[in-house]
């Protein structure tokens, strides 16, 4: 991905006192952009052309669907960590 980023919380550390886990979550970031003087945020050069127009939608399309499989596997794999780390007390 360039446009986009996935980033997670680090994982639970363990402690011999208190184990509590956290809720395992994702966000979705800007991993490269353009930024106006004014504060406004691009994801694109200059666009001239409906061809360029249409290129870079289509990457944009591309790396969104990239970043969504990789948002969902980076939370299945903190799903893991936690259900390994912190076991559910099945005798409830």
């Given at each position: 991905?360039?446009h986009f980023a996935v980033f997670?919380?680090?994982?639970?550390?363990?402690?011999?006192?208190?184990?509590?886990?956290?809720?395992?979550?994702?966000?979705?970031?800007?991993?490269?952009?353009?930024?106006?003087?004014?504060?406004?945020?691009?994801?694109?050069?200059?666009?001239?052309?409906?061809?360029?127009?249409?290129?870079?939608?289509?990457?944009?399309?591309?790396?969104?669907?990239?970043?969504?499989?990789?948002?969902?596997?980076?939370?299945?794999?903190?799903?893991?960590?936690?259900?390994?780390?912190?076991?559910?007390?099945?005798?409830?």
């Amino acid at each position: 991905m360039h446009h986009f980023a996935v980033f997670s919380h680090p994982k639970q550390k363990k402690t011999d006192e208190f184990r509590v886990p956290n809720s395992p979550f994702v966000s979705i970031a800007l991993g490269w952009h353009f930024t106006l003087p004014s504060g406004e945020i691009l994801l694109s050069a200059q666009l001239m052309t409906e061809s360029e127009i249409d290129h870079a939608f289509d990457s944009l399309e591309k790396e969104l669907d990239e970043g969504r499989r990789a948002a969902k596997k980076k939370l299945r794999e903190l799903i893991a960590h936690n259900e390994h780390e912190f076991p559910r007390n099945k005798s409830s």
